[in-house]
Nanobody
């Protein structure tokens, strides 16, 4: 059974940093992309970032570009989201998800939400002003 478990969320002041982790277990796929999404109360889920295990390409939403960095430890099948210069608008539940397949050049062709096969339970990030 595939499981994705997020950790690292919490409460931080504006300007602060957090690092989220997404650990995958039961994962037997060679090629995949891991993405981070977020959903704030009353808003639609937003794609934040993703990384391809196939070619290492990365994608960032404009709203986080330059502040967030995604990285992966393929041996551990763990993906990290380093979030710096946090602002109150970053407050949301953050989810990681896995899209199985050879996802290439995700900076140009990020997987659509419907392409993600597995989802974590989410971790709350709250940024106070």
């Amino acid at each position: 059974e595939v499981q994705l478990v997020e950790s690292g969320g919490g409460l931080v002041q504006a300007g602060g940093s957090l690092r989220l982790s997404c650990a995958a277990s039961g994962f037997t796929f060679d090629d995949y992309a891991i993405g981070w999404f977020r959903q704030a109360p009353g808003k639609e889920r937003e794609r934040v970032s993703c990384i391809s295990s196939y070619d290492g390409s990365t994608y960032y939403a404009d709203s986080v570009k330059g502040r967030f960095t995604i990285s992966s430890d393929n041996a551990k099948i763990t993906v990290y989201l380093q979030m710096n210069s946090l602002i109150p608008e970053d407050t949301a539940v953050y989810y990681c998800a896995a899209a199985v397949g050879s996802m290439v050049e995700v900076h140009t062709y990020p997987p659509a939400e419907y392409e993600y096969n597995y989802w974590g339970q989410g971790t709350q990030v709250t940024v106070s002003s």
